[in-house]
């Protein structure tokens, strides 16, 4: 499976934006990219996926390189309430979540 | 977490004794996951189901059984608890189509074995 790689820790502060980098450089042309966060005792939630183009939702705007190597998630004004654990993970297009493979993340602590 | 309960949240138990999760939904969703996650780590799959009968191992399935005899619920279930199986427990639906969906986690149930 191919694996992704985060930076263990990040720090920010509130109401700026926050830029969480992602780098997969053996993706394949199959693979989706998807982020999830844990807040603290907390199950993980969804909060975007990217196939090829930019993404935008609700919650944040996933910014994926031109190679598809690497990727970013971005929340535009960050709060308090955003403090996570962060994932990015590779899931290909025809694969159920069974081979989805959650590392450790990132975590984001966000300054008052 | 709407519409993914899991009983009990908490649960406490003795080397040996046995005890059983249970994870329902409350939509109509064909896969179902169950997943643990240990201090400082991230979540690793111990078993999953694609539709109701149907059950397959994952990641780290040694240790657990699951049953999924009707479609909304999907049970583990621990016969001889282990001191290594205190972790906190999360089951997920997904929704969507392969590779673009989206899971939808429990809250957790934490599991201490003395």
């Known amino acids: 499976d191919a694996k992704t790689t985060q930076p263990n820790s990040m720090e920010s502060n509130e109401e700026e934006p926050v830029h969480l980098p992602c780098n997969h450089s053996?993706?394949?042309?199959?693979?989706?990219i998807h982020w999830y966060r844990q807040l603290p005792s907390q199950g993980p939630e969804y909060v975007i996926h990217g196939l090829t183009s930019n993404v935008n939702n609700r919650m944040a705007s996933l910014a994926i390189a031109e190679d598809r190597k690497s990727s970013t998630l971005i929340l535009h004004r960050a709060t308090l309430r955003d403090a996570a654990v962060y994932y990015c993970?590779?899931?290909?297009?025809?694969?159920?979540?069974?081979?989805?493979?959650f590392g450790q993340g990132t975590r984001l602590t966000i300054n008052p | 977490n709407a519409g993914v309960t899991q009983t009990p949240k908490f649960r406490v138990l003795k080397t040996g004794q046995s005890m059983t999760l249970l994870c329902a939904q409350d939509?109509?969703?064909?896969?179902m996951y169950w997943y643990r996650q240990d201090p400082g780590m991230g979540l690793r799959l111990i078993h999953y189901?694609?539709?109701?009968?149907?059950?397959a191992k994952g990641e780290v399935p040694d240790g657990y059984n699951v049953s999924r005899l009707k479609k909304q619920n999907f049970l583990l279930g621990l016969e001889s608890a282990a001191p290594s199986q205190t972790s906190v427990y999360f089951c997920?639906?997904?929704?969507?189509?392969?590779?673009?969906?989206?899971?939808?986690f429990g809250e957790g149930s934490r599991l201490t074995v003395l």
């Open positions: 993970i590779l899931r290909d297009r025809q694969e159920g979540a069974q081979k989805l493979v």
């Open positions: 939509m109509n969703h064909e896969y």
């Open positions: 189901s694609v539709g109701e009968g149907t059950t």
């Open positions: 997920a639906i997904e929704t969507g189509a392969a590779g673009a969906g989206e899971l939808f």
């Open positions: 053996t993706i394949s042309g199959t693979d989706y």
